[in-house]
């Protein structure tokens, strides 16, 4: 089992084992979702959640102590699905911090754009994320990443998140300068670490 897959169970009072039930939490998450793009994290209501899924309020207690909980896990998912799509694009991707740090930051817009309840609950802590980011590179590079390397993209994150923030508090589709400025910020800061 993964250490991903470890942590997402922790998130949970009983992981599923039946397909039906995976469908059902599915479609719980999904609502979860949904419901934060419409009413946000303070009118979310796991009754809310259960009606727009479709099942029992019960059913959200038996995977979920509460809306906590449930908004965890939906960041748990939103950290799956941008690792898995950000490693997909590394695969092919040039070994220099421009072409890297563009497909960290537009992967990051397109959730923000298109996936639902991200723009309230992404990846649910930056920490999480920029060790995620360093697994990754170390793969990409072939390579383990050392302490300073780690600590530098910790920095990287925190700095290009309140950026990111900024530049999609006033715009739900983000403004573009705001975004090429937390790009070029990023790239020059972690440029001083070789890819070679």
Not at 51 to 67: E, L, M, Q
Not at 92 to 111: C, F, K, P
Request: include cysteine.
């Amino acid at each position: 089992m993964s250490a991903q897959a470890r942590e997402s169970d922790a998130l949970l009072r009983r992981a599923p084992v039946q397909q039906r039930s995976v469908e059902r939490l599915d479609r719980i998450v999904d609502a979860c979702a949904a419901l934060l793009d419409e009413v946000g994290y303070e009118g979310l209501t796991t009754r809310a959640v259960a009606r727009r899924a479709g099942v029992p309020i019960g059913s959200v207690y038996r995977f979920f102590h509460d809306k906590r909980d449930l908004v965890a896990a939906l960041g748990e998912r939103n950290m799956e699905e941008y690792s898995a799509r950000l490693a997909g694009r590394l695969a092919g991707a040039r070994r220099d911090w421009v072409a890297i740090v563009d497909l960290v930051v537009n992967e990051y817009v397109a959730m923000r754009r298109g996936v639902a309840g991200f723009a309230t609950v992404d990846f649910g802590s930056s920490e999480a994320l920029s060790g995620r980011l360093a697994a990754l590179l170390a793969e990409h590079l072939g390579a383990p990443v050392g302490e300073d390397f780690r600590l530098a993209l910790r920095i990287a994150v925190e700095a290009c998140d309140a950026i990111l923030r900024y530049a999609f508090r006033d715009d739900p589709a983000g403004d573009a300068r705001v975004i090429a400025e937390a790009k070029e910020l990023t790239q020059a800061y972690l440029a001083r670490f070789s890819l070679e």
